[in-house]
């Protein structure tokens, strides 16, 4: 029964196989809590009552010491299958109907400062040349960078990033075609500057595809060659420590990841005076709240400008100790 929410949900809702994967995660969790194992008969799923979901919770918070916000996220799995479930006439009621959920403070998103983001380009510039005056491994340099240029241009998710194929870069017209959250498609515009860097690893990527011993279906845009001298489409794990790598070189935050370079672009957009609507449409977001996020992150630099800056604001200075005469 579970598997078939899975797959209603991965077909008719066309959800990302991540998403998918997290639900099924989830779901498989409250199965284990109940004694079931990964999975649950209908008589099962019919036999659950509030409290064995009230119950869930609690050793989720207590002895698993998860936070708020997973607990949040897990009991919303279990909704949108007891939702489906009634709807198909599965279960007779919905026992997560009346579960109220854990409030969860949304964290401001953090972000790389624009002094690390030219840090960042100006490492590559670095490397690359010295690439070019020996070393064998300028793909990869080109690659990496492009990583680092693309995230912060567009804006886009790690998967949109690695679901893209060349078909979806339109360097004449300057612009991507991005398939976001349900494969709902929207187009990024992209500057002269990243047009040229694309060109430039796509003739790398080109000739590292055609000298491996297996060439990956010519659509796939973003590339890796593994141990074996192979040509394999790029995975999230290495894409995610292409990011780490490279902006822990030149960063002080905790975290670096590609959603920070997505942070990083929105906060960079409506810092230079872009409205809070066309970003919403850069990121794909389909609600508004979602994107307004940004900019809390962005009044908390205001405040700091104007405490600093403005004659009413500013602390009053404390009397300098005089000497006696």
Request: net charge positive.
């Amino acid at each position: 029964m579970i598997q078939h929410f899975l797959d209603y949900i991965a077909i008719e809702r066309k959800y990302s196989p991540r998403t998918v994967e997290a639900y099924r995660d989830d779901l498989r969790d409250f199965c284990r809590f109940m004694g079931w194992g990964d999975t649950a008969t209908r008589e099962q799923i019919q036999g659950v009552g509030e409290d064995d979901v009230k119950a869930w919770m609690l050793e989720m918070v207590e002895k698993q010491k998860h936070s708020p916000r997973s607990v949040k996220r897990k009991l919303s799995a279990l909704r949108s299958f007891y939702k489906w479930a009634l709807r198909i006439g599965e279960v007779r009621r919905d026992v997560t109907a009346r579960i109220i959920s854990p409030k969860a403070d949304k964290p401001l998103p953090v972000f790389f400062r624009e002094e690390e983001m030219e840090a960042a380009e100006k490492n590559y510039e670095l490397k690359i040349k010295n690439y070019e005056c020996g070393a064998d491994d300028i793909f990869g340099a080109l690659r990496d960078a492009l990583i680092i240029e693309m995230l912060y241009q567009t804006g886009m998710r790690q998967a949109e990033m690695l679901g893209l194929t060349d078909a979806d870069i339109d360097l004449d017209q300057g612009q991507i075609r991005v398939f976001g959250k349900r494969r709902k498609e929207r187009i990024v515009p992209i500057g002269e500057g990243l047009v040229a860097q694309i060109r430039e690893y796509m003739e790398a990527r080109d000739t590292e595809i055609s000298e491996s011993r297996h060439a990956v279906e010519p659509q796939t845009f973003f590339v890796k060659i593994n141990k074996s001298g192979e040509a394999v489409p790029m995975t999230k794990n290495t894409l995610y420590t292409i990011v780490r790598t490279r902006m822990g070189e030149v960063s002080t935050l905790k975290k670096h990841s590609p959603h920070v370079l997505r942070h990083t672009f929105a906060t960079a957009m409506l810092d230079n005076g872009a409205d809070i609507r066309t970003i919403q449409t850069l990121l794909g977001h389909a609600s508004l709240s979602t994107t307004q996020v940004y900019t809390h992150t962005t009044f908390e630099q205001v405040k700091r400008v104007y405490m600093a800056t403005h004659p009413r604001a500013k602390g009053k200075e404390e009397p300098k100790n005089k000497k006696n005469d």
